[in-house]
């Protein structure tokens, strides 16, 4: 395994622990999953530059564009849970509750 596969799989690995590890807040929750599709946009955009291949080439911009969907659509639900409940603790949500 070459250093950069090494890295890019600690760092997916790490945002991966701090999602199921370290629940309490929302935005930790967001910022792990922005850590993750962060981690395999640049794996994906290295991964298409050493294949040289035009078809592919698409692919890394397609997952930038889901990232920051992802992203906005987490941080209107952050803002709208912060207003209704008054804080950003996982623990204080109910799902039941509408």
Do not use: K
């Amino acid at each position: 395994m070459s250093p950069v596969h090494f890295a890019f799989s600690a760092a997916f690995i790490l945002s991966l622990s701090g999602l199921a590890f370290h629940r309490s807040h929302l935005l930790s929750a967001l910022l792990c999953l922005e850590g993750m599709m962060l981690t395999l946009y640049i794996a994906i955009a290295l991964w298409t530059l050493q294949l040289d291949s035009t078809s592919s080439s698409s692919a890394p911009m397609l997952l930038l564009a889901f990232s920051a969907c992802e992203a906005s659509a987490g941080l209107a639900l952050l803002v709208a849970t912060a207003r209704t409940h008054g804080t950003d603790r996982l623990q204080s949500l109910n799902l039941l509750q509408c």
